[in-house]
């Protein structure tokens, strides 16, 4: 495990001197610390809720126009690599539906041999796999191309780029029940189709078929109606849009569909006026989440610079920060578990001297991709862009200890 993170002892110590100015010192007899008076605890609760001191939220836009259509992780605030269901960032056509699930069905026809039609019930019975799965947003951070598609969205913070979650999803392997339905040889495309007023469609190549997932459970619970109770396509590294949440069909064709969705939408729109179309594969992409855009900084000493880094492609394999505006790049420490479509956490002390600094990351995943510059990206995809942005992207400690975007 080549980035396996060790802090030395001596790399620990040296940060630990400089750590030390801000610590307050007390004597071996100082007494033991009480928060308050001691109180007669709460008792046992069926669903459990977060102690009111935590307030991390998702972020909800009012100033563009996607108000209310979308919501964004607080990625600033996470730690680890999962994210709570209550924070998973929201992206709704159509709002969320309130769906029972005893009278939900998926159906799966077209070029299939057996059309058959799954209740809740059929669908639980299956066998069922657990993965842990990022899913991004392709509009996210589509501000970044300056000019696109969502250009007011606040972008100054960590979690503007939020529209990326990722959690543990539970369900029956997409190919268990194509083995049920069976496919015609012409198949070539499945079309997968919502519940909700906007019936959100796209055309998956059947090819993915096998990595995808039917999925009914997420982070150890049944999925959040947000994130399309009580049944969703999970489409492992490809962009969010053809995760279809409330899934209720599938159907077998042997061409795309070409609905709204994949035409108009979600379609890149290139320099010379050409559009890229069934763009699914989201690219490796990182994220600093601390120090970020709209934090402020004790004061002068030791950090743990740490962020994010994921890739539709699979699994992380290197992450370097630059603390200096890109002239000098180090390796951060990956954490482990590093799973393939799933979020990494890197980190890297840091001793802040107190002046500027511009901080970069830049994740490498197993296919020896590199996370592009933002220049790098304009030259090639122009402004034109709304989606599937994964630039560099660099926050700026300033003198008087505020973190902005750079
Ligand atoms: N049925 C349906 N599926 C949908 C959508 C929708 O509006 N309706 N939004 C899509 C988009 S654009 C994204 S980015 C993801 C968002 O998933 P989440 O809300 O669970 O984060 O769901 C996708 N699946
Ligand atoms: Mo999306």
């Not at 699930?101 to 057996?114: E, F, K, S, T």
Request: aromatic share 8%.
């Amino acid at each position: 495990m080549r980035k396996d993170f060790r802090i030395t002892r001596r790399r620990w110590l040296g940060a630990g001197a400089a750590l030390g100015a801000g610590l307050t010192a007390c004597k071996n007899s100082a007494p033991v610390p009480e928060a308050g008076p001691s109180q007669l605890g709460k008792p046992v609760s069926a669903y459990g809720e977060r102690s009111p001191f935590e307030t991390a939220a998702r972020m909800l836009p009012d100033s563009h126009y996607l108000t209310e259509s979308d919501s964004f992780t607080p990625l600033q605030d996470s730690s680890g690599i999962l994210t709570p269901s209550a924070l998973h960032y929201e992206r709704h056509h159509a709002g969320v539906p309130q769906i029972d699930p005893a009278r939900h069905r998926l159906l799966i026809h077209g070029m299939v041999d057996r059309p058959l039609m799954f209740t809740m019930d059929d669908i639980r019975r299956l066998p069922s796999v657990s993965r842990i799965l990022f899913v991004e947003c392709s509009g996210n951070s589509g501000f970044e191309w300056g000019g696109g598609l969502l250009p007011d969205i606040p972008h100054n913070t960590a979690q503007s780029h939020g529209l990326v979650s990722c959690s543990e999803w539970t369900g029956v392997p997409l190919a268990v029940l194509l083995a049920e339905t069976g496919l015609q040889k012409q198949a070539k495309w499945l079309m997968a189709e919502g519940a909700d007023a906007c019936k959100m469609q796209r055309s998956l190549p059947v090819e993915k078929a096998d990595d995808m997932l039917v999925a009914w459970g997420q982070n150890g619970e049944a999925l959040r109606p947000e994130q399309g109770y009580p049944l969703r396509l999970i489409v492992p590294g490809w962009e969010g849009n053809v995760n279809i949440k409330w899934l209720r069909r599938i159907m077998a064709a042997d061409q795309p569909y070409m609905g709204r969705e994949e035409t108009s939408k979600y379609t890149d729109l290139m320099p010379d006026g050409t559009a890229r179309m069934f763009t699914f594969v989201m690219e490796a992409k990182s994220l600093i989440t601390f120090p970020s855009g709209g934090q402020k900084l004790a004061g002068p000493g030791f950090y743990e610079i740490t962020g994010l880094a994921w890739s539709g492609r699979g699994i992380i394999e290197r992450v370097e920060v630059s603390t200096d505006g890109g002239r000098n790049w180090r390796d951060t420490g990956l954490q482990e578990p590093r799973l393939p479509m799933a979020f990494t956490r890197f980190r890297l002390p840091w001793t802040w001297d107190g002046g500027e600094s511009v901080l970069q990351s830049r994740c490498t995943d197993e296919t020896g991709y590199v996370q592009p510059s933002r220049e790098a990206l304009l030259a090639l995809r122009g402004r034109n862009s709304g989606y599937h942005f994964n630039g560099i992207k660099a926050w700026k400690v300033m003198a008087d200890r505020s973190v902005v975007s750079a």
